[in-house]
């Protein structure tokens, strides 16, 4: 069956909903790790953080893309301005910019995270997202997309690689541009 990828405006919501399930995918993170402070983290709840990306994806602009097969959202990658995931700049972080001003630069994108469904694990989805999200990136001003990725991981259940795989990324042409934590390079694609 054809994938279809689409930046996930609120007509989307009712599919990410269900994407991300009763508990909010990744322990009921809702894809705000990278969104909130450490000290709002840690008093978090998951509905809480329902709510804060559900307010993030009603105001706009889209905050990544989902990707559907048939009816079904069966992917979400979070994908923008690295100013729109703050922690993703933290100076303590792999994913920090090389230029302390790309954080706020609005043509500076990041890949920031991964959910895919269980079912549809295996299937090429990231590899689909990835590719999506560069031209989403470039027909909204982008100039560069960096992505964090980890190279391997043991986790049987895919949950670990949220910031994706370095293979998926250097097929899509990224290079790797600092690599601050064995295994977590900074990747970056010039557009």
Not at 27 to 53: E, H, L, M
């Amino acid at each position: 069956m054809q994938k279809h990828f689409y930046p996930l405006t609120p007509d989307l919501w009712p599919a990410f909903e269900d994407l991300f399930g009763k508990q909010g995918a990744c322990y009921g993170c809702w894809c705000t790790y990278f969104r909130q402070p450490p000290a709002v983290r840690r008093g978090s709840t998951g509905r809480r953080n329902k709510d804060v990306i559900k307010t993030r994806i009603d105001v706009g602009p889209p905050p990544g893309l989902l990707a559907f097969r048939g009816d079904e959202a069966v992917g979400w990658m979070q994908i923008g301005p690295r100013a729109d995931v703050p922690e993703w700049n933290s100076v303590r972080r792999s994913s920090a910019p090389l230029d302390t001003a790309d954080a706020g630069d609005p043509a500076m994108w990041a890949i920031s995270c991964f959910f895919v469904r269980k079912s549809a694990r295996g299937q090429g989805i990231t590899h689909g997202l990835v590719n999506a999200g560069i031209s989403f990136a470039r027909e909204n001003g982008a100039r560069v997309v960096e992505a964090c990725p980890m190279d391997q991981s043991n986790d049987t259940s895919g949950m670990a690689l949220f910031v994706g795989s370095t293979r998926v990324f250097e097929r899509a042409g990224f290079k790797e541009v600092a690599l601050r934590r064995k295994g977590r390079p900074l990747m970056r694609l010039e557009l």
